[in-house]
């Protein structure tokens, strides 16, 4: 098989997998899920199955949240209200602010599927059945810790036990707890079921804990087996793609079980006997806010294969959104950046697919003179290449080398609240919503055209030819729906590859006329 056949195939496989990558997260993972669809589902299946993992917590409650529990307190916080109800449970838990407000205008809410945050399972049957049937006494009902921390007192008197909880809640959606016993017994607590607002393909669905060595163990659902035991948790978080729920201890590492329901889905519970006393988080996965509260936090965000490339990526990006004050403007520099910093290797490719170019009509003399003998044709094209300092794979690499790179800034774009509700200019007035009128993705698909049209191919099957016609137009189906960032991204890039393009063609014309010349 010739060389720059091999060439073409790279390139086709390379382009290929960028639309693979995108068409099944378009077709076949749904980008959201009707919260109060998914709550009816989860709270059945987590009422009856989601246990403890242990030998001695056979527990089976009735921990339905949509039951008329009652609610004891209120609680506002800066961007936050709260609800606790009646078995001690952080029921409700609301983003106030705008800019996480749904598509319908309603606040996000990020519980209310079983188990809720800080609910307590006993490992005594009795003790376990008897919690679920008695409720719980507050000193306060309603709490304001928006400008600073405020904290609630919680009761409940069991027959032979007496357990108290005092939760400080602090203006950013921090809160720390600390659970009393009367006598020590065995028990479980959670941290909550994770939010299940948005969904998609590249999210990790399931736990992700951070051990005392600051290593990360990701468990995803399907994964599990609900016997899995963990003693040195520094964080145990349940997240989806935006938000988490979380309890942290840096000082004291938690002892960690996992549960599983119905479906497979993770659930995190903390084993104890007798006090305990831990910190949490209901909220944004914002950079700021869970570096404000411990920069060991940050790690929960996690942006798969390519994490080592998106974290610095992203602290770039805030880097530019502090100067330059708009989350749009800083992605067209933070593009710009990344394309000097590719120069050079895009450059080579770039030349690399002029020259193959020029070299197309002896290389079909080649494979017409030598078509029944494959290693002549081998030896004679090698030294085609050679003598005109042409590289076969030369078009490829740059672009293999580059995936990695748009991988990460997709993860980076995608996971990034920081850009919901986060306007660019005029019509884009959410950089993490698709572009309501369409613009940025015409314009991207209109830049990978020309692109297409100035780059230099070398394809003798029109297959191949056909494939990457079309190429921009499937692109651009794809990028409707797609955050209004990662199109601004992509369309800026087919920009400067274009300028790119437009320069290195010049420059390899003024070269051959010089040869000429010569």
């Not at 006494?137 to 069991?158: C, R, W, Y």
């Not at 002896?362 to 029944?372: D, H, N």
Request: glycine residues 4%.
């Amino acid at each position: 098989m010739d060389k720059l056949s091999t060439q073409k195939r790279v390139l086709i496989a390379t382009l290929l997998s960028f639309l693979f990558f995108i068409a099944y997260d378009y077709f076949f993972i749904p980008k959201s899920m009707p919260i109060e669809q998914n709550r009816s589902v989860n709270v059945a299946q987590n009422s009856s199955n989601a246990t403890p993992s242990s030998q001695s917590a056979n527990v089976t409650a009735n921990t339905d949240p949509s039951q008329n529990t009652k609610i004891l307190a209120k609680i506002k916080g800066q961007n936050y209200e709260a609800q606790i109800d009646e078995l001690g449970r952080i029921s409700k838990f609301y983003l106030t602010e705008k800019k996480y407000e749904t598509a319908d205008g309603n606040k996000t809410e990020l519980t209310g599927i079983s188990p809720l945050p800080l609910e307590m399972r006993f490992s005594d049957a009795a003790i376990n059945d008897q919690a679920f049937r008695v409720s719980y006494t507050a000193d306060i009902s309603e709490l304001d810790a928006s400008s600073g921390a405020k904290t609630i007192n919680l009761t409940q008197n069991l027959d032979g036990l007496s357990v108290t909880k005092k939760i400080t809640f602090y203006p950013d959606g921090r809160y720390e707890v600390e659970v009393n016993l009367s006598k020590n017994v065995e028990y479980f607590i959670t941290p909550g079921f994770r939010p299940n607002i948005s969904v998609d393909s590249y999210t990790i669905h399931g736990a992700l804990l951070m051990h005392a060595d600051d290593k990360l163990s990701i468990l995803e659902d399907d994964d599990l087996d609900g016997t899995e035991k963990f003693s040195d948790i520094t964080v145990a978080a349940a997240s989806d793609r935006y938000y988490t729920a979380l309890f942290y201890s840096f000082g004291k590492p938690l002892d960690v079980v996992m549960s599983t329901d119905a479906k497979k889905n993770a659930i995190i519970f903390v084993k104890q006997n007798g006090n305990f006393k831990t910190s949490g988080y209901i909220g944004p996965k914002d950079h700021k806010i869970l570096s404000s509260m411990d920069p060991r936090l940050t790690d929960i965000i996690e942006y798969g294969w390519f994490t080592f490339i998106a974290k610095p990526m992203f602290a770039f990006l805030d880097f530019l959104h502090k100067y330059i004050g708009n989350w749009g403007w800083a992605i067209v520099v933070l593009t710009l950046v990344i394309r000097i910093i590719l120069f050079p290797l895009t450059y080579k490719g770039m030349l690399s697919m002029n020259k193959l170019k020029e070299l197309a009509p002896k290389v079909k003399e080649i494979q017409a003179k030598y078509k029944g003998d494959p290693q002549k044709l081998n030896t004679h094209m090698m030294e085609l290449y050679k003598k005109n300092g042409a590289n076969p794979m030369g078009g490829c690499l740059p672009i293999l080398l580059q995936i990695p790179v748009f991988f990460a800034i997709y993860r980076v774009l995608l996971n990034a609240i920081e850009l919901k509700g986060a306007p660019w200019i005029l019509w884009i007035h959410d950089l993490s919503a698709m572009d309501p009128f369409f613009i940025l993705p015409i314009l991207m698909g209109a830049t990978m055209f020309l692109q297409q049209r100035l780059t230099p191919t070398t394809f003798t099957d029109p297959m191949q030819e056909k494939i990457m016609k079309y190429l921009p137009l499937i692109f651009t189906f794809f990028f409707v729906t797609f955050p209004a960032g990662l199109t601004l991204y992509w369309f800026v890039n087919n920009v400067c590859s274009v300028i790119q393009q437009i320069f290195v063609n010049k420059l390899f014309e003024k070269h051959k006329k010089v040869e000429v010349k010569a």
